[in-house]
Each structure stands twice: as structure tokens, then as C-alpha cells.
């Protein structure tokens, strides 16, 4: 599958099956997370593997977006590791960070994996029930696991803007 194929046929699963993911594809995943490029390579991120019985209850007090997995990512920048442009005091941070999730996020689908980016969490909680998370912007949180044998894309999944009102050229 080229990239675009593989971009093409990501989506949003939001139902996964008691398969469990195996370390070997865990790894692979969290590898091409962390060759992710950050703004003056200052790699300002944290991905947490959220995989215990324990961490899974706390995770589910922040939010209800988890669709069945037994594996979570979460993904957060931390500001003071982070580049900050000396012309306008722009820091980079979230979007390292950003940039760190939507690698995750293809790799993924590329080990044969499901997933969805969880924007819906309560930081604060979430902050307080992981304390090692406090430092931290959350940017993603990624159920991560096998699609269930019916999950499918939502209905709106293929609608995209023509590259003619995405793009302009100057």
C-alpha cells in the first residue's frame, strides 16, 4: 500500500475488538512516533501507554471516547522543553506534540491497527488522576487496537474539499 492508500484508508474507529495488540506492534508504532521531527529537534512530547487495569478506570473518568480498547496513547507537549520563536514569542510545543500524534496516528493504521484521535477529555482530571501528566498540553488521546469485525468509517468519512478550494497558489 503507498502512502496515499494508506492515508485513504485510515478512519475514525470507534469500535474495537477484544484482540489484544502485540508488543512487537506497540513497539513498531511507538518507533515511528519518535522519529517524528519537532522544531529544532527539542522533542518536547511525552506518549503514555495507558494499558493496566488501574490507569484504564482513571483514563475513564476523563473521558468516554475509549470504544473498547485495551491500549491508550496519549499524547501531550510540554511548553518549557519546547522552541519558542524569539521574533513573537510563538512556542511549539502543542504542535510537536501535534506533529508526534499524526505519526502515531499512520502508523497505526500502516501495522494494521485502529484507532481514533480523542480530542473530547477532561485535561484537568486527567492531570489530576496522572500526576506525571502535569507539565503537559494533552493534544490526542488514541484508543488504540483491532477494529471490531463492524466497525466501519462514519458516512461522512470520503467527503473532502476539491484541491481547488483547499489550495491556492500565490
Not at 107 to 121: F, P, R, S
Amino acid at each position: 500500500m503507498n502512502f496515499l492508500e494508506l492515508v485513504k484508508a485510515r478512519y475514525s474507529c470507534r469500535k474495537m475488538s477484544d484482540k489484544p495488540v502485540e508488543p512487537e506492534k506497540l513497539n513498531q508504532v511507538l518507533q515511528i512516533a519518535i522519529a517524528a521531527p519537532t522544531a529544532k529537534n527539542l522533542q518536547p512530547y511525552k506518549i503514555w501507554v495507558v494499558k493496566s487495569a488501574e490507569a484504564m478506570e482513571k483514563l475513564k473518568q476523563t473521558t468516554n471516547f475509549i470504544f473498547g480498547a485495551k491500549t491508550v496513547l496519549i499524547i501531550g507537549g510540554k511548553k518549557n522543553d519546547a522552541f519558542t520563536r524569539p521574533f513573537d514569542g510563538k512556542n511549539f510545543a502543542e504542535i510537536d506534540a501535534t506533529i508526534v500524534a499524526t505519526h502515531l496516528l499512520l502508523a497505526i493504521e500502516a501495522v494494521g491497527l485502529a484507532t481514533t484521535w480523542v480530542g473530547m477529555v477532561d485535561e484537568s482530571k486527567l492531570k489530576e488522576l496522572f500526576p506525571q501528566m502535569h507539565d503537559f498540553d494533552i493534544v490526542a488521546v488514541f484508543p488504540l487496537g483491532y477494529a471490531a469485525a463492524d466497525a466501519k468509517p462514519s458516512p461522512r468519512h470520503s467527503e473532502r474539499r476539491s484541491i481547488e478550494e483547499a489550495v491556492i497558489e500565490l
